[in-house]
């Protein structure tokens, strides 16, 4: 993290402006003092406040949580997903990571199955639709057994937790040179094929989940990894090689 | 004070641990084949929401549910950090159902009703069960078996936790629950789509109208029972943990069609959040209460020490809460920190460049048990307080201070969830009923998830085929009336066109409740704060600048409605913190106070329920009381020396 603690940044930001799904959109730019303690929405709340204040309509993003969980902020910062810092969210990313008199370029997530709904703000229920599909464990609410009755090994329980993790925001897809959100959906199908809470529907899982992933208009993986460099929860490209395997194995039996 | 008829609590009578299987069985029960025909509508997506909507769906009944983001996996509950709690006693450390009801009804500060919270306790380990079935990932320990925590105000160890992420990790287990419904036709899911009204009639809830973010368009949508599940009012403070989008809305106009508001007074103060930075702060992020397990906390013993922590002698440093609190030390209560940060900050004594910090401590956890330990258990943490503050917790101490992070007010239910508005229920943080004045750690996931997996999908059928419910068209008049005021309003914001920005207003109404209606009150306080709130709000109502349009995904928009939700709410938060003349949980009057500064209970005068009736825009409140016994745990003064 750089350290430019005490200072103010002078920043030209260049952001991107789209009034709706159906109109084309430009970059506008704006200069801000920043103070390299503030978090990147924080700094994005003073530009929209400064342009409220000219009577100027402010820019739409997504944010909610502002605490890295949630995955509901996105963007695309100088042509990275949630910015420049490993393992960050855009919410989470703060204006120490820049410099006095640096550019920066501000961006929706782009991807044919994430239409922009207006500025920097995208649709991503496909995602929903991806889990919809088999992201989970058929069991009703009522009285399962004991949950100690079911010792599950810790190594396999971590690595479940491991891809667990995932909180959904679509970096991956973004990152993706083909668009594909393989890392997103072998998230869900690692953290259930490692349980044995999940095993009895380990086969229409993956030709499930893989079917409506396709169906979305996501694209194919070729092995570029940005997904992982992107992922602001460290998600690795492992769970997609065991998706692969899963879904091959499910081809094979459904057969 | 006699409770009116309007407050029956329908608790149960008979012995305590009998009480909610006798209350189910005395329920009335709905065939199979009949649930279809009952429409309920779930307002809000977080652990209480999903739960029941996924719970009511598979049971068959026919079910929509809201949620204000994009999707139903962002809700709030997902923030969670520390765990959840449950009775199961797997560390045989003498943990039960009753010790659980009995910590929480103590923790709460003897203003909960007994029979809610036990309940809590025993279905709480059915949660556990039922997420594990789920493919939940909690922490395991080698043989496989689940490992379990000790969180704030207990003395065994019954917080079930997935990393620094149980919030995460059920609300995942709930809202995949949700999905498969989704994915069965049981369930609609209507997502960036905002409740702005209850539609009654007959005076029953029959129906909400909502607002498309998108589109900005109004809707009806008709209902045999209306569920709220929307979270607490943290956001009336500005800068809370609570994320950005939280709001008192769909509670407040639930209120204002009929719903009391219990207790609106007690907000609880978390005493682990990273401290404010600079003006622009837009919110506080809370480092999960799990970390007192290991960090020591302590300020300089001599006020203005501006030394480097490390730089200062352990004999020049005060251990507080350990010197106040032998037997509880790091671990009492939330209330019980947070009011000693403030008051050793009070002091002159707090850290940082604006000395409203107390130093959280790991040195003395990374020698004992070694830093791969510690990271082991709180690593996600420290790194997320290394991104905002720039300052590695591995090296030198965390700084923290309260933040506002949990509401105990809400709206008034009865035993079954239900609340004075007849078919309208509230789960979760939304209603008032479990945790008295103050909120135990890892109660609240424990919570949410009991009212939406355990609780209504049992009582809503009180409702639902205890009363006739007439067939009901969105064309009829109540609809048409309720949405005509909803567009109403939301045309007047945008027409005001004054001189000040949504924001501005929200920070002002945060900074004047933070003062006068935060960690601690005064009459006086209050009393000036009462008369500044009716100012602002005037002055929202006259100045405020939205721009933009009505028909369109419009942000400032959404906002100012739920700030001018909150500048009214705010308002009847400061005359319940003024007529509750007593300290109790996270409500602190400074003119009740003990010689050592703890909190004062009166329990002869204010052992009740506060609920507030809403008796029309010219109309004062009206304050109704419900009385709380208690049979089964004595009423002491609550100690954790």
């Known amino acids: 993290m750089g350290g430019h603690n005490d200072e103010t940044l002078s920043l030209t930001l260049n952001i991107w402006r789209q009034s709706g799904p159906d109109t084309a959109g430009d970059f506008e730019t704006h200069s801000l003092e920043a103070s390299p303690a503030m978090s990147f929405l924080e700094m994005l709340d003073v530009v929209n406040e400064n342009l409220q204040r000219e009577g100027r309509e402010p820019f739409a993003f997504d944010h909610d949580c502002r605490e890295g969980i949630c995955g509901m902020c996105s963007l695309v910062i100088n042509g990275k997903p949630h910015g420049p810092e490993s393992e960050t969210t855009t919410c989470q990313l703060h204006m120490r990571s820049f410099n006095d008199g640096d550019v920066i370029w501000i961006e929706p997530f782009r991807a044919k199955a994430f239409p922009v709904l207006r500025d920097l703000i995208i649709d991503r229920s496909p995602l929903d639709r991806i889990i919809q599909a088999g992201g989970y464990v058929s069991v009703n609410t009522g009285a399962p057994q004991d949950a100690n009755a079911l010792p599950i090994p810790k190594q396999n329980a971590d690595l479940a937790m491991d891809a667990a993790a995932c909180i959904g925001c679509g970096a991956c897809v973004a990152a993706c040179p083909n668009a594909a959100a393989m890392l997103f959906t072998a998230a869900k199908v690692s953290h259930l094929a490692l349980l044995p809470q999940g095993a009895p529907e380990r086969v229409s899982r993956a030709l499930g989940m893989v079917e409506q992933m396709d169906a979305e208009g996501f694209g194919h993986c070729t092995n570029h990894y940005e997904c992982m460099a992107a992922c602001p929860k460290g998600i690795s490209t492992d769970n997609i090689a065991r998706m692969n395997r899963e879904y091959l194995r499910a081809s094979i039996l459904s057969r | ?641």
């Open chain 2, 1 to 641: 004070m006699n409770a009116p008829p309007k407050l029956d609590s329908k608790v149960p009578s008979g012995i305590l641990g009998d009480a909610w299987t006798n209350h189910k069985f005395a329920l009335p029960l709905i065939n199979p084949a009949n649930r279809r025909k009952f429409k309920i509508v779930v307002v809000g997506t977080g652990l209480a929401g999903a739960s029941a909507a996924a719970t009511l769906a598979e049971m068959g009944y026919k079910v929509q549910s809201f949620c204000i983001q994009d999707s139903p996996r962002r809700a709030h509950s997902i923030a969670a950090q520390g765990g959840i709690n449950a009775a199961k006693n797997y560390k045989g450390d003498g943990d039960s159902v009753y010790r659980l009801f009995y910590d929480t009804v103590k923790g709460g500060d003897y203003r909960a009703r007994e029979h809610n919270v036990h309940r809590l306790a025993e279905v709480s380990v059915n949660i556990i069960d039922q997420c594990v079935a789920q493919g939940v990932p909690f922490a395991r320990e080698y043989g496989g078996l689940l490992d379990n925590r000790s969180f704030g105000g207990a003395q065994v160890s019954r917080t079930f936790y997935a990393r620094g992420q149980t919030g995460q990790q059920l609300l995942l287990g709930a809202y995949s629950a949700l999905m498969r419904q989704v994915s069965a036709g049981r369930v609609e899911v209507r997502t960036r789509c905002e409740m702005v009204d209850v539609v009654t009639l007959d005076g029953i809830a029959r129906g909400i109208i909502t607002r498309d973010l998108e589109t900005g368009a109004f809707e009806r949508h008709s209902a045999d029972a209306v569920l709220l599940c929307t979270g607490g009012y943290s956001n009336a403070f500005y800068l809370s943990t609570n994320a950005k989008t939280c709001n008192v809305t769909a509670a407040w106009r639930a209120h204002k069609r009929g719903a009391f508001f219990a207790n609106p007074c007690y907000t609880q103060i978390h005493p682990t959040c990273i401290p404010v930075s600079g003006e622009y702060q837009s919110k506080l992020t809370l480092m999960s209460e799990s970390l007192r397990n290991d960090g020591r906390v302590w300020v300089p013993k001599t006020k203005g020490d501006q030394r480097q922590p490390a730089l200062i002698p352990e004999s020049e440093r005060d251990y507080y809460l350990e010197r106040r609190y032998p037997s509880f030390g790091n671990l009492v209560p939330r209330d019980v920190a947070s009011r000693n940060a403030k008051s050793v900050c009070d002091e002159g004594r707090g850290v940082g460049s604006t000395g409203l910090s107390v130093y959280l401590d790991f040195a003395d956890a990374i020698a004992r048990e070694g830093r791969a330990t510690i990271e082991a258990r709180y690593d996600n943490l420290f790194q997320m307080y290394e991104r905002i503050t720039g300052e590695d917790p591995y090296s030198q101490p965390m700084r923290i201070f309260p933040a506002v992070h949990y509401t105990m007010g809400g709206l008034w239910v009865d035993y079954n969830l239900e609340s004075t508005l007849p078919g309208l229920f509230v789960l979760g943080e939304a209603n008032f009923s479990d945790h008295g004045s103050n909120r135990l750690g890892a109660s609240a996931l424990m919570q949410g998830l009991a009212d939406g997996y355990y609780v209504v999908p049992a009582t809503v059928t009180a409702h639902l085929a205890g009363r006739k419910l007439e067939r009901i068209d969105t064309n009829h008049d109540a609809f048409a009336e309720a949405e005509a005021t909803s567009r109403a309003r939301f045309d007047k914001l945008l027409n005001i066109n004054g001189s000040r920005t949504v924001d501005q207003m929200h920070r002002a109404l945060g900074q004047l409740n933070w003062d006068h209606c935060g960690m601690a009150r005064t009459k006086q306080g209050l009393e000036q704060a009462l008369k500044q709130v009716v100012q602002l709000r005037e002055e929202f109502w006259s100045n405020v600048r939205v721009l933009g349009d009505g028909r369109s995904l419009n942000q400032a928009l959404e906002h100012a409605g739920r700030v001018a939700d909150f500048m009214e709410f705010s308002e009847l938060m400061m005359k319940d913190a003024l007529t509750r003349e007593e300290s109790c949980g996270g409500h602190f009057r400074e003119e009740h106070q003990t010689a050592e500064g703890e909190a004062k209970r009166d329990d002869e005068n204010f052992c009740h329920v506060a609920a507030w009736e809403y008796r029309g825009r010219d109309q004062q409140h009206q304050r109704h009381t419900e009385a709380l016994s208690f049979e089964n745990v004595q009423l002491t003064t609550r100690s954790y020396k």
